[in-house]
């Protein structure tokens, strides 16, 4: 079983639309969590930082629940431009780089 | 500000030739890490260097090494291609090793093993 685990999708959604995501993490001593974008043929960038007690940015919520261990990206009022791949990533306790996801492909059409 | 960049951003190589793929940051940062991306797999840690002087392998180092020269760049070497090793490569950089930090990645490197 992988230690990080999403949907891999693709998420088909009309503009407008909101969406959520989730991502498993199996190991408990996970410290902190991240939800990274990526463009086709691009490098991951930070989208935002997952806190326990949530995080918004505009659009974008994110949300950590330890106890069934996971967390979640929500889009409201999708955009064309939401279209891309998201990555979770993981701080696991005791080792000193990220575990990521595998990703998420979200398509927004028109 | 360039960030962190990569040279080459495409390569493509010969079973068991040798290539050095450079990555260079011009943000301070202490911590500096490999990672390659295969389709289905996400990201895989290769090596990391948590500073200036130390290396560790992550979760699929075999047929690499790496050399971080200076606190501004790390390197990562095929001494011995394989196909296997066809994959597209990120180097990333942090301010250093804490919860609160995210990476800042490069652009890539598009290696393909024939």
């Known amino acids: 079983r992988k230690e990080v685990e999403q949907d891999p999708g693709p998420f088909n959604v009309p503009e407008g639309a909101t969406v959520a995501f989730n991502c498993t993490y199996s190991n408990s001593a996970s410290q902190s969590f991240f939800w990274y974008r990526q463009d086709c043929r691009k490098e991951p960038k930070l989208l935002m930082s997952v806190y326990s007690s949530g995080n918004e940015d505009g659009r974008f919520t994110a949300q950590l629940n330890r106890a069934s261990q996971y967390i979640s990206l929500l889009i409201r009022d999708s955009k064309l431009s939401d279209s891309a791949t998201y990555l979770c990533?993981?701080?696991?306790?005791?080792?000193?780089?990220?575990?990521f996801g595998s990703g998420t492909r979200l398509q927004v059409q028109p | 500000n360039a960030g962190v960049t990569q040279t080459p951003k495409f390569q493509v190589l010969k079973t068991g030739q040798s290539m050095t793929l450079q990555c260079a940051q011009d943000m301070n940062h202490n911590s500096m890490y490999w990672y390659r991306q295969d389709p289905g797999m996400g990201l895989r840690l290769i090596y990391y260097s948590a500073s200036e002087g130390t290396t560790d392998k992550g979760e699929v180092p075999n047929g690499y090494n790496v050399s971080r020269l200076n606190k501004r760049e790390f390197s990562l070497r095929l001494e011995s291609a394989a196909p296997s090793q066809t994959s597209v490569y990120f180097c990333?950089?942090?301010?250093?090793?804490?919860?609160?930090?995210?990476?800042?990645f490069g652009s890539g490197t598009r290696l393909t093993v024939v």
């Open positions: 990333a950089s942090s301010a250093q090793y804490s919860p609160n930090y995210g990476y800042t």
């Open positions: 990533a993981v701080n696991i306790e005791g080792r000193r780089a990220l575990t």
